[in-house]
């Protein structure tokens, strides 16, 4: 009887632990401009947080921001780039507030070839200004299975 009881704890501990899917991710990444290329002399600062779900490829975030030298014009997706890296657009988000501080959000649906740059690091988001239309603050995206 004791035997029994044993293997069953010893099966399950060997079984998933949790009932978090396994295909979702939690994305952050914090923005300076020290970050951007060429480095942009700013106080700003931003932070990304959100989730990922690969079987779907939806993805949520919300982005907040503060110390901007002037009005959001644009908060971008790029890639493939890592660290240093430059890249072309691959997302604009929505921007529904212009100031120099605030808080955006939403969803958004990436392709696979967005995906794959996103779990491998290669996507970065910058916040662009009428003073940096390049970019004011910029910050990759680190993706983590929940």
């Not at 009932?19 to 991710?25: I, M, S, T």
């Not at 290329?37 to 990304?48: C, D, E, K």
């Not at 949520?60 to 240093?84: D, K, Q, R």
């Amino acid at each position: 009887m004791y035997l029994v009881a044993f293997l069953f704890a010893l099966i399950n501990s060997c079984t998933k632990s949790s009932d978090k899917d396994e295909n979702a991710y939690v994305l952050f990444g914090n923005a300076s401009g020290s970050q951007e290329v060429p480095q942009v002399g700013t106080q700003a600062t931003a932070s990304l947080d959100g989730t990922f779900n690969i079987d779907n490829h939806s993805l949520e975030y919300i982005v907040s921001w503060s110390g901007l030298s002037g009005n959001v014009t644009a908060i971008n997706f790029h890639g493939p780039a890592g660290v240093g890296g430059t890249a072309e657009v691959l997302v604009k988000l929505p921007v529904n507030i212009n100031s120099a501080t605030g808080k955006a959000s939403g969803s958004i649906v990436a392709g696979d070839l967005v995906t794959d740059d996103l779990l491998n690091g290669n996507i970065y988001y910058n916040i662009s200004t009428l003073n940096y239309p390049n970019g004011e603050i910029r910050g990759q995206v680190i993706a983590m299975r929940e």
